[in-house]
Structures are given as C-alpha cells and as structure tokens.
C-alpha cells in the first residue's frame, strides 16, 4: 500500500515562504509611520542641503617612444602606474598649494590646514578608467571653482609626473654609463692577461682548437686514405729533434707503444676499423657517453615505479652496461688515434700474447732509457715539452713497464703532466673571463644606450607622457542635489521601514496557521477552525424544571401531582430506540427523534409539556440503581426550552460550512480514538480569550448531531465558568456542578442533576459566572463525578481551565481520557503553548485545534478576561 511523503514539496515551501512574508502587513501601521517620519526628514535634509557641481579633466597616457627597458602588459602598466598617481594627486603638500591658491574652505584653513586637507581628500576623485586613462574630478558647491581647481590638478599631475620622468631617466642614464666604464676596464683587463699568457707560452693559439696539446686534425693512415678538410690548420708543431738516430728511436717507441694500445682496444682486437681523425673519435666517445647517460636516466626513472628485480628494470640495467662498454672502447678507439695509431691488424692484434706484451714493454723502457740519455747528452737544447706530453698520454694506463721507463730516464715525467694540465686550465679561465667580460660589455652597452634614448626623450617630453585627453568642463548639472537627497532618502527609509516589519515577523513567535504548528514540531494539528462571523449573544432562558407541577394546559395529560423523572431499566449504553416512546408519555407527546444542528427541525411548542420536559434526554440517560441507596446516579433536573427560536444549537445557525467540516473532522478523529467505549474528553488552551470554551460547546453539538451519541457538556472552569452564560442558560442554584461536589463533599448523597438540552445533549454547568466553590475541583469527589458520568454518555465534553498559571489543567488531565489543546491564531504564542504541552505531558494529549484561522494574519491583543462569545 502507497503512502503519502510527509515531506513538503517546493511549491509547498514556496507558498509558506509567500504566507509569511504576507504577514509584513500585519505591522502597516507601523511601516507607514516610519516611511512618514522618514520622508519628512529626507525632506528637511533635501531643503537643506547644498548643491554639488562635479568637474572632470580625462588624462591619457601614452608611449611615443619604445626603448625596450621596462616591456609590461597595459594592465600591468595601470596597476603599477595608477596608485602612484593618486598617491601624487592626494599628497598634502599639493592639495595644501591648491588651497591656499584658491582660497578653499576658509573655516577650517583657519583653524588648521590639516583639516581643510583632509575635507578636500573627500572631494577629490582619480579612478583608471581604462588601462591608459585616468579621469580627475573635483566636487564643489560652485561650478566654476569645480572646474578651475579640476584643471589645476591635472596640470599638477602632468607636471610631477614629467619630472619625476626626466629625473628617473637621467639617474639610469648616469649609472649606466659608469656601469660601461667598469665593464670596458674588465674587459681590457681579461685583453691583457690573455695577451701576457700568449706571450709567455707561444705554442698555444687564438682560435678554435688551438691547445698545443691537442692531437693534429690530420689522418695517419695508408697511402690512398683521405686527406684532412680543406680549411683546416693543423696547430703549430714543435720543430723536431734533428738528431736522426733521435728521431729513429722516437718512432721505434711510438710503434711499440701504438701495438700495446692495439692489444688492449676492445675494437682492435675485434678487427673493427679504427676512426680517422682524433675528431671523429671524440665525437663517437661523447655520443657513447650520452647513451650510457640516457641509459642510466631510464634506469633511474624505470626504478621509481617498478622494483630492481623486475623484468623492465633488469632490462634497463643490462642497456646501461652495454652502453658503457661501448664507451669504454670509444676512449680506447681515441687513445689510439691520438697515438697516431689509425688501424692495427686483426693478426697483430691477436698475437698480442703475454709473452709477447712483456717482450714489447722490456723494448719500450729500454727505447725510453736510450732518447732520455741522448737528450741529456745534447744538453742545452730547449726540452721538447710537447714530445714528451704526447709520449706520456700515449703510454699504457696502469702499465708497469712504462712507468719503470719514464721513472729509468731519469726526467719528472709527473711534473710534466701538471705542467699541462696548469697551462691547460689556465688558458681556459683566462678565455672564459674574457668572454665573459665581452658579454657583460654587450649587455651594458646595449642598456646604456636605451639610458640615453629614454633620457633624451623624457628630456625632450617625447618618449612617455601624459596628455589631456578631455579637459575639465563646466558642470551645468549638479552632481548631488535636493531630488537625489529625498531620492536617496526615502529608498533608506522604504528598505528601514519593511526591513523593521520584517524582522518582527521573524521574531514574532505568535502562531496564524497550520504551518506555525508543524513547525514547532509538537503535539499534531488536529483541526484548524476559521474564523467565525461576530454574532450577538443567546437570549437569556430559563430551564424548565422536572419537579415541577403539570400544567393545566398542556393537552394530552391526565390530572394527577407532579411526578418525578421516570425509571429507566435500559442496559447502560444501549442504543436508543427512535421508534419507541418513553413508557410515561403518550405516543402523541413523544418528543422527535432527530434535532437538526442547523435549526431545520424543532420541537413545534405544543409539544413542550410538563411530562415531556420531564423526560427530555431521558431516552438517552441509563439509569442504574445505587447499590447502596437504591437510587439513581444521574437525573435530569430540567430541560432547556425556547419556543422563540432554536435554544443552545442557535450557535450553529449560519456557521461557514468550512466551520462545520473542521468540526466534523474533528469528531471523526475522536470517534476513531473512542473506538465504542466512553471517552472523556477536555478542551484546555495555553492561556484565556482563546475560544476554548466556544470550540467546546459546539464540539459537543457536533458529537450530538443526529443523536449518534449522548454528549455531556462539563463545566470545567470552575473559577471562571462561562458554558451557562455562552448557551444563553440561566440556572437555578441547586444546579450548579460545583455546588453539587461541595454537597457530596458534606455527606449528602444524591444523583448528580444534569440539564437537558436536546435528545442527545446535556450540560453539567454552573448557574453564574462565578463559581460558588471552585475549590472542589481538587476534591476527589470531581474525579469521581467523571467516572460516574463516562458510565452514562459516550462522550463527556469538558471546558477545561488555561493550563499556563494554575494546575487546574493538570487535575483535569487525571479526571479525562484526552486533552485537546486549543490554540487562538493571532494571538497564542508558540512559546505559550509550548510550555503548555511540556505541563501536560504527552501522555493525553490528543493534538492541537487552532481556532479563529483568519484568511489574513491580524494582530489582536491579549485580554485578560476571557469573552463568553468566544
């Protein structure tokens, strides 16, 4: 089975949003004295009030010249350059010159010229109107001083800021050239020691490759193999020794030493060719240590997301180590060919045996022993530095012959090698600070020549500038006159006045509508009543009593005394006959069975006898003896009879059918909470004047109708009756329910009386608007009464007490089955009936009727005394 969302719906939160900015117009009053107060002083304060004249001057900025020194973005160039414009407009020292020039604000100039500074901050504008414009106004109640003083600015701006130009420019410039000055002295400086080493050291060269160290560019190979490139010069050698059989030996030891580097090169032994030139072997040995860079690069990477042990990072490893071996025989390829050595056969490669490595190393040491001794027995001659250089690099790495012969000839063959490796390294400093002093040089001539094309055109006003774009004008409108003041004024006082309202509404906590009662999240909304039409109140009458004497003339009757209410053995609770008469009474007196809630049947007034007044109600009375006195529990002491109208139901004559529904749903909710058996039901509200005992009366009416169940109507309120006076019932004081608990709290026995007032409805009241002893409802003779009544009606209708101020309330919760709260819309409070529900508990309380639901939220007043028409 489907079931309904208890969640509201947009359109529902939609409508309650609208329901409650509607009651904005509860507080009209109250708006509409605000807006008047607050026009009238918008009014005074727009007569009062000077006019303002506004003047602007428009500025541009341009760039006639563009040298290059400071490239930024257009917004970058208003970010930076507009805050310092205004910083320079609103400077003291200027404003205080244009005041003292115009003669402004004479008042506060007199008494301090802070003062009038800063009340002309507060007139004066600059705003960047685009990336390149700037306007400049000036307020002032005169027009022509607006503008006069408009133009003075801005030729004040204009002024400071070529200055401020020319200086910044001049500065550079200046700084500039000292920086060229410096820089050209470095420059000389680096020239000169360079030219000293060239001096001291004649081998080395100006130019590319130019170390006398390095091997020649030239091939040594075949006949038949390529020549060197054309245009390619071979560095200046040293002149060779002119001794032949020193020349002999040195070639015998540069063949020894190239067939112990052929042994040892992994592409020798291999039988591959080796390169030509010294620079194709460079190049191959740097492309092999890029690739074992590269390699080492992916190992790297490969490693951050996969483990050593996994299959790509195995791989990896395996590139690297191929990669450096192919290095490794790179550089052995280039130590052979800066050996001279460009191709070694596979044969003599291979038949480099150990004995025969030995027997090469033994004629190396003994053909290094034979030239050292010839060049110390030539003596005097200029020691071949380079020679022997090239003999050392071309001697075998960690070869033990060979350091056996360098250390057998009897030269310092390591201090050679720093004796290289010193030149070397300072011919390479003093290269690279000359090319450094060179760039150095570039770059400042490069600024120093913008320093002096910005300085000439800022001196010249023709690189960067500020023109006046729109010059400043003659106001002929006022920029803030009396129409914008009122204007102004009464938008303040509108949005103060309506935000007022709403923050009442906001904070009014008084419950209008259902909505307020869901929101409180509380007892559950049973019913909401409408409100009713203002009518005047019942006609006073008298109930007529049963013990009274027959009269004459009513027809139908026999002589006899008066006689007493009759006895009815019906069981209790059963259902009346309306076929069947009272025993007593003779068919024609017997009273109709059905009494219409809206006044289309009533008793004709021939009908109301005697006997019948009688045994009005009696049909649906059952009356059980006393056990212990043999006497009824319940009488009826009178009938309520109005032959002029409709009696007690008058109060539903008219009622708006929305009215009726609210309680008919209502007594279709406690019909299902009844369930067959009696229930007790008492009507209590939060506080007084909130229709609690109006909304009682006619629930019991409509409990009533039809006469589908005896409903008895209990004052409840003993300290404020008002059920008798609202019904329009004037009691006689034997009547009175608090004078019969005061009775039985003496001792005296007797049936509780009851009056009648329709087959099916009777009243329990008191005969006037004050109790006469509204103590006894603390007895437990009241809660006894109760139980006595449920035994006899199906439902007993109580007009309880407020519940907030007293504990009547909570004795009438004991005494009950269920409490029903009624709430007063535009009058109870939230907060009331909150505190209301804690007092009671939830144990009985059946949920909330809010009564007199206006179509439109009112505010009403609280009153102290409760009104019977209510």
């Known amino acids: 089975m489907s079931s309904l969302s208890t969640e509201s719906t947009p359109r529902e939160r939609l409508d309650r949003a609208i329901s409650v900015l509607g ?32 003047s602007e001057a428009t500025l541009l900025y341009r760039e006639t010249i563009q040298t290059g020194r400071d490239p930024q973005s257009s917004a970058a160039r208003a970010a930076r350059l507009g805050p310092k414009l205004k910083d320079t407009l609103t400077a003291r020292g200027t404003l205080a010159d244009v005041i003292e020039e115009f003669g402004l604000y004479p008042e506060k100039t007199a008494r301090s010229m802070v003062e009038a500074v800063e009340e002309m901050k507060d007139h004066v504008g600059f705003r960047a109107q685009s990336s390149d414009t700037y306007v400049i106004s000036f307020t002032h109640d005169d027009p022509h001083v607006a503008q006069q003083v408009a133009a003075r600015l801005t030729q004040i701006l204009i002024e400071d800021y070529r200055r401020a130009s020319v200086g910044a420019a001049t500065m550079t410039r200046d700084f500039l050239r000292e920086e060229l000055g410096d820089a050209s002295a470095k420059v000389e400086e680096a020239s000169r020691a360079l030219a000293t080493f060239l001096a001291r050291n004649p081998q080395f060269q100006w130019g590319l490759n130019d170390s006398p160290y390095a091997p020649a560019p030239q091939t040594l190979g075949p006949p038949g193999a390529p020549a060197p490139a054309a245009g390619r010069v071979a560095p200046a050698q040293p002149a060779r020794p002119a001794d032949p059989q020193l020349a002999a030996l040195e070639r015998q030891l540069a063949r020894v030493d190239a067939l112990l580097g052929a042994g040892r090169s992994p592409s020798a032994a291999s039988g591959q060719p080796l390169p030509h030139s010294v620079v194709e072997a460079q190049r191959a040995r740097d492309a092999a240590a890029t690739a074992v860079a590269s390699a080492e690069a992916a190992l790297a990477e490969k490693l951050t997301t996969v483990t050593p042990l996994h299959p790509d990072a195995i791989a990896a490893k395996r590139r690297v180590e191929a990669a ?51 060049r110390a027995r030539a003596g005097g001659g200029r020691a071949d530095v380079g020679g022997e250089a090239r003999r050392a690099a071309r001697a075998p790495v960690g070869s033990a012959s060979g350091g056996e012969a360098l250390r057998g000839s009897g030269e310092p063959d390591q201090g050679a090698e720093e004796r290289v490796i ?107 009543m409408p409100e009713l039409p203002a009518r005047p109140p019942l006609r006073e009458r008298a109930i007529v009593s049963a013990y009274g004497p027959e009269p004459s003339s009513a027809p139908g009757y026999a002589d006899g005394p008066s006689i007493a209410p009759p006895h009815i053995t019906e069981p209790p609770h059963a259902p009346p006959d309306p076929d069947a008469a009272s025993p007593d009474l003779a068919p024609e007196d017997a009273l109709p069975d059905h009494l219409d809630l809206d006044g289309a049947d009533v008793l004709p007034e021939s009908s109301w006898s005697a006997p019948a007044l009688a045994c009005v109600g009696a049909r649906p009375l059952s009356y059980a003896p006393s056990a212990a006195f043999g006497e009824p529990e319940v009488e009826i002491l009178g009938a309520d009879v109005d032959p002029e109208g409709y009696g007690v139901f008058e109060l539903l004559r008219g009622t708006p059918a929305a009215a009726l529904a609210a309680l008919r749903v209502l007594r279709h909710r406690l019909d299902q909470r009844r369930g067959g058996e009696p229930l007790a039901v008492a009507v209590v509200s939060p506080g007084r004047a909130e229709g609690k005992t109006a909304l009682a009366t006619r629930l019991a009416m409509t409990l009533a109708e039809a006469e ?83 035994r006899y009606y199906d439902y007993v209708v109580i007009d309880g007490p407020p519940v907030l101020g007293s504990g009547d309330a909570n004795v009438i919760e004991d005494a009950s089955d269920g409490i029903l709260l009624v709430a007063r819309a535009s009058m109870t409070r939230a907060s009331s009936l909150t505190r209301a529900a804690e007092q009671l508990g939830e144990r009985r309380i059946l949920g909330v009727v809010l009564n007199d639901v206006a179509p439109r939220p009112v505010a009403r007043k609280r009153i102290e005394v409760e009104a019977p028409a209510t």
Do not use: C
């Open 23 to 54: 009651r904005v117009r509860m507080y009209w009053r109250g708006v509409a004295a605000m807006i008047a107060v607050g026009l009238s002083i918008s009014l005074a304060l727009a007569l009062t009030t000077k006019r303002v004249w506004r």
């Open 324 to 374: 450096k071996g192919q290095l490794a025989a790179a550089e052995s390829a280039l130590g052979l060919v800066r050996a001279g050595l460009t191709e070694v056969s596979r044969d003599e490669a291979r038949a480099l045996t150990p004995p025969r490595r030995a027997a090469l190393e033994a004629e190396r040491s003994a053909l290094l022993r034979q030239i050292g001794g010839l």
């Open 422 to 528: 010193e030149l070397e390294t300072e011919w390479h400093r003093l290269r690279l600070d000359l090319e450094r002093a060179r760039e150095y040089l570039k770059t400042v001539q490069a600024n120093e020549r913008a320093a002096n094309l910005s300085a000439d055109a800022a001196e010249d006003k023709s690189e960067t500038e500020l023109d006046i774009l729109d010059p400043a004008y003659l106001p002929s409108r006022p920029d803030r006159g009396r129409g914008r003041v009122l204007f102004a004024g009464a938008a303040v006082t509108f949005f103060f006045a309506l935000g007022v309202a709403g923050a009442r509404v906001l904070l009014n906590d008084t419950l209008y509508d259902g909505g307020d009662i869901h929101a409180l999240g509380g007892p559950a909304l049973l019913a909401a």
């Open 708 to 790: 589908r169940a005896r409903v008895l109507l209990v004052e409840g309120h003993l300290a404020r009756p008002r059920v008798a006076a609202l019904l329009g019932l004037r009691l006689p004081a034997h009547a009175g329910f608090s004078g019969q608990l005061r009775r039985r709290m003496a001792g005296q026995v007797r049936p509780l009386g009851v009056v009648a007032v329709s087959p099916s409805l009777s009243v329990l009241a008191e005969p006037s608007i004050e109790a006469g002893y509204p103590e006894a409802l603390h007895s437990v003779h009241f809660e006894a009464a109760l139980r006595t009544l449920r």
